[in-house]
C-alpha cells in the first residue's frame, strides 16, 4: 500500500545499536595477477568472499565493492569491540592456506573499520570512514586492522590539503 504522506526518517526515530562497517582489501593482489595471471586472481577473490561468507552472520551483509575490496556491514552492534572481533577473525581465516593452480597462499587483509552512532548514520559517510580507516592500515604496514579516528581524518585532510597548496603553488 502506498501512502501518500510517509513518515520522515526523523519520526521513525534513532537506531539504539550500531552498524559496523568492513571495508576490506586484499594485500598485494595484483602480485598474484601478474604472476599467476587473473584466473588465479579470480580465485583467490572467490575463496576469500566464500570464507568472509562462513564468518559472518545471516544479518550481516557480505560484498564485493570492486577489484580486490570487500564490505563487511554489521547490522546490530552494542559497540565496535564486536565487529573488531569479526575483524580479527577474518584475518586469521585468511592466514590459512588458499590453493591456487597446486600452489599454497594466503590472503593478507588489511581492514578499515568503521561505526555508525545515533547522531551520523548515513552509508556514505560510514563507508569515508571505513576507507580513510583501511588507508591508514595499508599505511601502517598492511595487514592491520584501523578503525575510524577523528585524528586520523584530520590528518588526512591535512595531506590533501597540502597537495592541493603544491598543485597551486606549482
Known amino acids: 500500500q502506498f501512502v501518500d504522506d510517509p513518515l520522515l526518517p526523523s519520526e521513525l526515530g534513532q537506531r539504539t545499536s550500531q552498524v559496523a562497517l568492513l571495508l576490506l582489501n586484499i594485500d598485494d593482489f595484483r602480485l598474484v595477477n601478474d604472476t599467476l595471471g587473473h584466473a588465479a586472481g579470480d580465485a583467490l577473490l572467490l575463496e576469500v ?9 545471516e544479518t550481516d551483509t557480505v560484498s564485493r565493492l570492486g577489484g580486490d575490496e570487500f564490505i563487511v556491514v554489521l547490522p546490530d552492534q552494542d559497540d565496535l569491540e564486536g565487529a573488531r572481533r569479526v575483524a580479527q577473525a577474518i584475518q586469521n581465516a585468511m592466514q590459512t592456506g588458499i590453493e591456487i593452480d597446486g600452489q599454497l597462499h594466503t590472503a593478507q587483509i588489511s581492514i578499515g573499520l ?5 547522531q551520523e548514520q548515513r552509508p556514505e559517510i560510514l563507508l569515508r570512514q571505513a576507507n580513510t580507516a583501511l588507508h591508514a592500515a595499508k599505511q601502517q604496514g598492511r595487514g592491520r586492522i584501523v578503525q575510524f579516528s577523528r585524528a586520523e581524518e584530520e590528518r588526512v585532510q591535512a595531506h590533501h590539503d597540502l597537495l592541493v597548496g603544491l598543485r597551486r603553488a606549482l
Open 114 to 118: 568503521a561505526g555508525s552512532t545515533p
Open 49 to 57: 568472499a566464500n570464507r568472509l561468507n562462513k564468518l559472518t552472520r
